[in-house]
Protein backbone atom coordinates (compact mmCIF):
# COMPACT_ATOMS: atom_id res chain seq x y z
CA UNK A 1 0.00 0.00 0.00
CA UNK A 2 1.37 3.51 -0.98
CA UNK A 3 2.52 5.35 1.84
CA UNK A 4 0.29 8.57 2.74
CA UNK A 5 2.32 11.98 1.49
CA UNK A 6 2.63 15.18 3.37
CA UNK A 7 5.15 16.32 1.04
CA UNK A 8 4.42 20.12 -0.47
CA UNK A 9 4.97 18.31 -3.99
CA UNK A 10 4.22 16.76 -6.48
CA UNK A 11 2.35 16.15 -3.12
CA UNK A 12 -1.06 13.56 -2.69
CA UNK A 13 -3.82 13.22 -5.31
CA UNK A 14 -7.48 13.19 -4.54
CA UNK A 15 -9.10 9.94 -4.03
CA UNK A 16 -10.95 10.65 -7.06
CA UNK A 17 -8.54 11.18 -9.52
CA UNK A 18 -8.84 7.34 -10.69
CA UNK A 19 -12.23 8.05 -11.26
CA UNK A 20 -11.57 10.66 -13.12
CA UNK A 21 -9.23 9.10 -15.12
CA UNK A 22 -11.79 6.48 -16.24
CA UNK A 23 -14.27 9.39 -17.17
CA UNK A 24 -11.63 10.68 -19.76
CA UNK A 25 -11.23 7.29 -21.07
CA UNK A 26 -14.78 6.39 -21.66
CA UNK A 27 -15.48 10.02 -22.84
CA UNK A 28 -12.69 9.91 -25.52
CA UNK A 29 -10.83 12.83 -23.92
CA UNK A 30 -7.43 10.78 -23.83
CA UNK A 31 -7.55 11.02 -27.62
CA UNK A 32 -9.36 14.63 -27.67
CA UNK A 33 -7.90 16.86 -30.40
CA UNK A 34 -6.88 20.02 -29.01
CA UNK A 35 -8.44 22.12 -31.55
CA UNK A 36 -11.74 19.80 -31.64
CA UNK A 37 -15.06 21.33 -29.68
CA UNK A 38 -14.42 19.01 -27.00
CA UNK A 39 -11.51 20.28 -25.80
CA UNK A 40 -13.09 24.16 -26.52
CA UNK A 41 -15.71 23.11 -24.05
CA UNK A 42 -13.24 21.76 -21.48
CA UNK A 43 -11.28 25.04 -21.59
CA UNK A 44 -14.65 27.12 -21.76
CA UNK A 45 -15.89 25.35 -18.74
CA UNK A 46 -12.22 25.23 -16.47
CA UNK A 47 -11.94 29.15 -16.80
CA UNK A 48 -15.74 29.46 -15.79
CA UNK A 49 -14.84 27.55 -12.71
CA UNK A 50 -12.20 29.72 -11.38
CA UNK A 51 -13.96 32.32 -11.57
CA UNK A 52 -17.36 30.96 -9.87
CA UNK A 53 -15.06 28.78 -7.17
CA UNK A 54 -12.11 30.67 -6.51
CA UNK A 55 -13.62 33.95 -7.06
CA UNK A 56 -11.51 34.87 -9.46
CA UNK A 57 -12.55 38.59 -11.50
CA UNK A 58 -14.42 37.87 -14.76
CA UNK A 59 -12.44 39.66 -16.96
CA UNK A 60 -9.46 37.88 -15.62
CA UNK A 61 -8.22 35.05 -18.76
CA UNK A 62 -6.90 32.16 -17.56
CA UNK A 63 -3.72 30.30 -19.71
CA UNK A 64 -2.37 27.06 -19.47
CA UNK A 65 1.13 26.50 -19.09
CA UNK A 66 3.52 23.12 -18.62
CA UNK A 67 4.48 24.41 -14.95
CA UNK A 68 4.40 27.38 -12.36
CA UNK A 69 8.35 27.64 -13.45
CA UNK A 70 7.62 28.24 -17.18
CA UNK A 71 5.44 31.29 -16.58
CA UNK A 72 8.87 32.97 -15.30
CA UNK A 73 10.21 33.41 -19.27
CA UNK A 74 6.67 34.31 -19.89
CA UNK A 75 6.28 36.96 -18.12
CA UNK A 76 9.59 38.21 -18.54
CA UNK A 77 9.38 38.05 -22.23
CA UNK A 78 5.99 39.28 -22.77
CA UNK A 79 4.89 41.90 -19.59
CA UNK A 80 8.15 43.44 -18.64
CA UNK A 81 8.58 46.98 -20.27
CA UNK A 82 11.78 47.81 -18.63
CA UNK A 83 12.64 45.91 -15.82
CA UNK A 84 10.98 43.62 -12.88
CA UNK A 85 11.50 43.63 -9.24
CA UNK A 86 11.61 40.94 -7.28
CA UNK A 87 10.62 40.82 -3.65
CA UNK A 88 11.72 37.53 -2.15
CA UNK A 89 12.90 35.56 0.84
CA UNK A 90 13.22 31.77 -0.56
CA UNK A 91 14.74 29.79 -2.89
CA UNK A 92 11.87 29.79 -5.79
CA UNK A 93 11.95 33.41 -5.46
CA UNK A 94 15.21 33.84 -6.06
CA UNK A 95 15.20 31.22 -8.78
CA UNK A 96 12.63 33.49 -10.43
CA UNK A 97 14.67 36.79 -10.07
CA UNK A 98 17.49 34.60 -11.62
CA UNK A 99 15.79 33.60 -14.81
CA UNK A 100 14.66 36.57 -15.20
CA UNK A 101 17.74 38.85 -15.03
CA UNK A 102 19.22 36.05 -17.58
CA UNK A 103 16.44 37.42 -19.81
CA UNK A 104 16.73 40.96 -18.74
CA UNK A 105 19.29 42.10 -16.95
CA UNK A 106 18.00 44.81 -15.68
CA UNK A 107 15.81 43.15 -13.33
CA UNK A 108 16.55 44.04 -9.37
CA UNK A 109 15.87 42.08 -6.27
CA UNK A 110 15.16 42.94 -2.40
CA UNK A 111 16.30 39.77 0.20
CA UNK A 112 14.05 39.30 3.19
CA UNK A 113 14.60 37.18 6.26
CA UNK A 114 12.15 34.42 6.42
CA UNK A 115 10.77 36.35 10.04
CA UNK A 116 10.65 39.90 8.28
CA UNK A 117 7.11 41.15 6.63
CA UNK A 118 7.13 43.28 3.56
CA UNK A 119 7.38 47.27 4.91
CA UNK A 120 5.86 48.76 2.30
CA UNK A 121 6.55 52.07 3.30
CA UNK A 122 10.12 51.69 3.47
CA UNK A 123 10.41 50.18 -0.19
CA UNK A 124 12.45 52.30 -2.87
CA UNK A 125 12.02 50.63 -5.76
CA UNK A 126 13.46 51.86 -8.76
CA UNK A 127 10.73 54.10 -11.17
CA UNK A 128 11.65 52.51 -14.46
CA UNK A 129 10.41 48.61 -12.87
CA UNK A 130 7.33 48.40 -14.08
CA UNK A 131 6.36 45.01 -12.91
CA UNK A 132 6.94 43.94 -9.30
CA UNK A 133 7.67 40.01 -8.61
CA UNK A 134 6.28 38.82 -5.02
CA UNK A 135 6.42 34.99 -4.44
CA UNK A 136 3.21 35.30 -2.15
CA UNK A 137 3.98 31.40 -0.81
CA UNK A 138 7.45 30.13 -0.69
CA UNK A 139 7.12 26.62 -0.58
CA UNK A 140 11.47 26.19 0.06
CA UNK A 141 10.85 27.99 3.42
CA UNK A 142 6.80 27.92 4.30
CA UNK A 143 6.33 31.90 4.15
CA UNK A 144 3.52 33.66 3.24
CA UNK A 145 2.59 37.20 1.63
CA UNK A 146 -0.70 38.03 3.63
CA UNK A 147 -3.17 39.55 1.10
CA UNK A 148 -2.98 42.34 2.89
CA UNK A 149 0.41 43.53 2.40
CA UNK A 150 -0.26 42.61 -1.23
CA UNK A 151 -3.09 45.41 -0.72
CA UNK A 152 -0.72 48.10 0.51
CA UNK A 153 1.95 47.43 -2.45
CA UNK A 154 -0.76 48.05 -4.68
CA UNK A 155 -1.56 51.19 -2.90
CA UNK A 156 1.59 52.81 -2.89
CA UNK A 157 2.64 51.23 -6.43
CA UNK A 158 -0.41 51.57 -8.63
CA UNK A 159 1.70 52.60 -11.51
CA UNK A 160 3.67 49.56 -11.49
CA UNK A 161 2.19 45.97 -12.22
CA UNK A 162 2.02 42.89 -9.53
CA UNK A 163 2.92 39.19 -10.59
CA UNK A 164 2.55 36.86 -8.16
CA UNK A 165 3.15 33.97 -7.58
CA UNK A 166 0.88 31.50 -5.51
CA UNK A 167 2.18 27.86 -6.82
CA UNK A 168 1.44 25.97 -3.59
CA UNK A 169 -1.11 28.26 -2.46
CA UNK A 170 -3.75 28.76 -4.97
CA UNK A 171 -7.05 26.44 -4.29
CA UNK A 172 -5.88 25.77 -0.67
CA UNK A 173 -6.22 29.62 0.33
CA UNK A 174 -8.32 33.13 -0.51
CA UNK A 175 -6.41 35.24 -2.64
CA UNK A 176 -8.05 38.21 -3.47
CA UNK A 177 -7.33 37.82 -7.58
CA UNK A 178 -8.43 41.49 -8.06
CA UNK A 179 -5.17 43.02 -6.26
CA UNK A 180 -2.54 41.65 -8.79
CA UNK A 181 -2.71 41.97 -12.84
CA UNK A 182 -0.51 38.54 -13.18
CA UNK A 183 -0.87 34.97 -11.22
CA UNK A 184 0.27 32.22 -11.49
CA UNK A 185 0.71 28.12 -10.11
CA UNK A 186 0.69 24.61 -10.64
CA UNK A 187 -1.65 21.70 -10.06
CA UNK A 188 0.24 19.02 -8.02
CA UNK A 189 0.34 21.19 -4.76
CA UNK A 190 -3.37 22.75 -3.47
CA UNK A 191 -5.20 21.65 -6.84
CA UNK A 192 -4.58 17.83 -5.30
CA UNK A 193 -3.41 16.25 -9.04
CA UNK A 194 -0.80 14.73 -10.70
CA UNK A 195 2.54 17.31 -11.86
CA UNK A 196 2.39 18.09 -15.55
CA UNK A 197 0.13 21.92 -15.78
CA UNK A 198 1.06 25.33 -14.73
CA UNK A 199 -1.75 28.08 -14.60
CA UNK A 200 -1.69 31.65 -15.49
CA UNK A 201 -4.33 34.38 -14.82
CA UNK A 202 -4.08 37.38 -16.50
CA UNK A 203 -6.44 40.25 -15.79
CA UNK A 204 -7.62 42.63 -18.83
CA UNK A 205 -5.35 45.56 -17.95
CA UNK A 206 -2.53 42.79 -18.52
CA UNK A 207 -3.79 41.38 -21.76
CA UNK A 208 -3.82 45.49 -22.28
CA UNK A 209 -0.45 45.59 -21.62
CA UNK A 210 0.91 42.40 -23.84
CA UNK A 211 -1.02 44.27 -27.06
CA UNK A 212 1.03 47.83 -26.20
CA UNK A 213 4.16 45.74 -25.60
CA UNK A 214 3.95 43.72 -29.02
CA UNK A 215 6.48 40.84 -28.21
CA UNK A 216 5.84 38.51 -30.63
CA UNK A 217 7.64 35.43 -32.48
CA UNK A 218 8.74 33.47 -29.47
CA UNK A 219 6.82 29.81 -29.02
CA UNK A 220 5.55 31.30 -25.47
CA UNK A 221 4.77 34.49 -26.60
CA UNK A 222 1.89 35.58 -25.02
CA UNK A 223 0.35 37.78 -27.66
CA UNK A 224 0.19 33.86 -29.58
CA UNK A 225 -1.01 32.26 -26.62
CA UNK A 226 -4.24 34.73 -25.70
CA UNK A 227 -4.77 34.60 -29.90
CA UNK A 228 -5.75 30.78 -29.46
CA UNK A 229 -7.28 31.58 -25.75
CA UNK A 230 -9.67 33.95 -27.58
CA UNK A 231 -11.25 30.49 -29.45
CA UNK A 232 -10.65 28.55 -26.08
CA UNK A 233 -7.58 26.68 -27.50
CA UNK A 234 -4.06 26.25 -26.45
CA UNK A 235 -0.76 27.29 -28.81
CA UNK A 236 0.76 24.02 -28.18
CA UNK A 237 -0.38 20.33 -27.84
CA UNK A 238 -1.33 20.62 -24.44
CA UNK A 239 -1.82 18.52 -21.43
CA UNK A 240 -5.23 17.46 -22.10
CA UNK A 241 -6.18 15.12 -19.01
CA UNK A 242 -4.56 17.18 -16.79
CA UNK A 243 -6.95 20.21 -18.01
CA UNK A 244 -9.91 18.06 -17.68
CA UNK A 245 -8.49 16.02 -14.47
CA UNK A 246 -8.94 20.53 -13.41
CA UNK A 247 -11.98 21.05 -14.78
CA UNK A 248 -13.40 18.35 -12.68
CA UNK A 249 -11.64 19.18 -9.23
CA UNK A 250 -12.99 22.23 -9.41
CA UNK A 251 -16.56 20.97 -10.21
CA UNK A 252 -16.20 18.44 -7.22
CA UNK A 253 -14.43 21.36 -4.77
CA UNK A 254 -16.53 23.92 -2.24
CA UNK A 255 -16.05 27.58 -2.75
CA UNK A 256 -12.57 28.90 -1.63
CA UNK A 257 -14.16 30.49 0.90
CA UNK A 258 -15.25 26.50 2.78
CA UNK A 259 -11.57 25.67 1.73
CA UNK A 260 -10.04 28.57 3.21
CA UNK A 261 -11.60 27.77 6.54
CA UNK A 262 -10.63 24.15 6.94
CA UNK A 263 -6.98 25.06 5.64
CA UNK A 264 -6.71 27.74 8.72
CA UNK A 265 -8.38 25.22 11.35
CA UNK A 266 -5.70 22.48 10.45
CA UNK A 267 -3.01 24.84 10.38
CA UNK A 268 -4.06 26.30 13.41
CA UNK A 269 -4.34 22.52 14.98
CA UNK A 270 -0.77 22.22 13.61
CA UNK A 271 0.54 25.03 15.35
CA UNK A 272 -0.58 24.94 18.34
CA UNK A 273 0.82 20.90 18.46
CA UNK A 274 4.20 22.58 17.45
CA UNK A 275 4.45 25.28 20.35
CA UNK A 276 3.22 22.57 22.76
CA UNK A 277 5.90 20.57 21.79
CA UNK A 278 9.46 20.33 23.40
CA UNK A 279 11.63 18.93 20.44
CA UNK A 280 9.56 20.60 17.38
CA UNK A 281 9.96 23.98 16.56
CA UNK A 282 8.76 26.61 13.83
CA UNK A 283 11.24 27.35 10.92
CA UNK A 284 9.22 30.89 10.76
CA UNK A 285 8.92 32.30 13.96
CA UNK A 286 7.14 35.23 13.14
CA UNK A 287 3.44 34.23 12.63
CA UNK A 288 2.79 36.65 10.25
CA UNK A 289 5.09 35.44 7.84
CA UNK A 290 4.10 31.77 8.67
CA UNK A 291 2.27 30.22 4.58
CA UNK A 292 -1.32 28.30 5.98
CA UNK A 293 -0.59 25.99 3.46
CA UNK A 294 3.12 24.52 3.88
CA UNK A 295 3.93 24.10 7.62
CA UNK A 296 7.87 24.36 8.26
CA UNK A 297 9.19 22.83 11.11
CA UNK A 298 13.10 22.88 12.36
CA UNK A 299 15.40 20.73 14.55
CA UNK A 300 19.00 19.26 14.77
CA UNK A 301 20.14 17.33 11.84
CA UNK A 302 19.83 13.95 14.14
CA UNK A 303 16.02 14.46 15.21
CA UNK A 304 15.21 15.31 11.68
CA UNK A 305 16.37 12.36 10.10
CA UNK A 306 14.82 10.24 13.24
CA UNK A 307 11.01 11.75 12.57
CA UNK A 308 11.40 11.21 9.31
CA UNK A 309 12.46 8.09 9.28
CA UNK A 310 9.88 7.15 12.34
CA UNK A 311 7.15 8.78 10.09
CA UNK A 312 8.11 6.40 7.04
CA UNK A 313 7.34 3.08 9.45
CA UNK A 314 4.18 4.53 9.54
CA UNK A 315 3.61 4.48 6.41
CA UNK A 316 3.65 8.49 6.16
CA UNK A 317 6.26 10.83 4.22
CA UNK A 318 7.07 14.05 5.17
CA UNK A 319 8.50 16.73 2.92
CA UNK A 320 12.18 16.99 3.33
CA UNK A 321 13.24 20.48 3.83
CA UNK A 322 14.78 22.11 0.56
CA UNK A 323 18.31 23.68 -0.48
CA UNK A 324 20.31 24.98 2.72
CA UNK A 325 17.16 24.03 4.97
CA UNK A 326 17.81 20.41 3.97
CA UNK A 327 19.46 19.08 7.13
CA UNK A 328 17.65 20.91 9.65
CA UNK A 329 13.79 20.85 8.86
CA UNK A 330 11.00 19.29 7.29
CA UNK A 331 7.93 20.32 5.87
CA UNK A 332 4.10 19.41 6.04
CA UNK A 333 1.76 20.03 3.24
CA UNK A 334 -1.70 21.33 4.96
CA UNK A 335 -3.51 20.97 1.05
CA UNK A 336 -7.35 19.99 0.45
CA UNK A 337 -6.39 16.49 -1.30
CA UNK A 338 -5.77 15.45 2.70
CA UNK A 339 -8.51 13.67 3.97
CA UNK A 340 -9.55 14.53 7.55
CA UNK A 341 -8.86 10.42 8.82
CA UNK A 342 -5.26 11.29 6.89
CA UNK A 343 -4.60 14.69 8.73
CA UNK A 344 -5.65 12.67 12.24
CA UNK A 345 -3.26 10.05 11.75
CA UNK A 346 -0.64 13.21 11.54
CA UNK A 347 -1.41 15.09 13.95
CA UNK A 348 -1.65 12.00 16.17
CA UNK A 349 2.03 10.44 14.98
CA UNK A 350 3.48 14.26 15.82
CA UNK A 351 2.21 14.07 19.26
CA UNK A 352 4.23 11.72 20.12
CA UNK A 353 7.04 13.95 19.54
Same mark, same amino acid.
Request: net charge negative; aromatic share 10%.
Given at each position: ?????????? /???? *???? !????????? #? =?????????????????????????????????????????????????????????????????????????????????????????????????????????????????????????????? /???? *???? !????????? #? =????????????????????????????????????????????????????????????????????????????????MPSIKHVHEKTESRMQELERLVSASASLDFLVSNEACRSRTVLGVSGTEGFIKEIKKAADDQGMTLGGGYGPLKPTSFRIANFPAITDA????????????
Amino acid at each position: MAKITFAPGP /SKVY *DAVP !AYFQDAYTQ #G =ILSANHRSGQFMDIYRDTERLFKEKLAVPEDYRLLFTSSATENWEIITQSLVTHSSYHIYSGSFGKKWFGFAQHINPAAQAMVLDKNREIDVDSLNIPTDADVLAITQNETSNATQVKNSVLESLV /SAYP *DKML !AVDTTSSMA #G =IYLDFSLADIWYASVQKCFGLPAGLGVLLLSSKAVEKVATIGEHGKYNSLSFMLENADNYQTHYTPNVLGIYFLKRVLEDMPSIKHVHEKTESRMQELERLVSASASLDFLVSNEACRSRTVLGVSGTEGFIKEIKKAADDQGMTLGGGYGPLKPTSFRIANFPAITDAEFDRLVSFLKSY
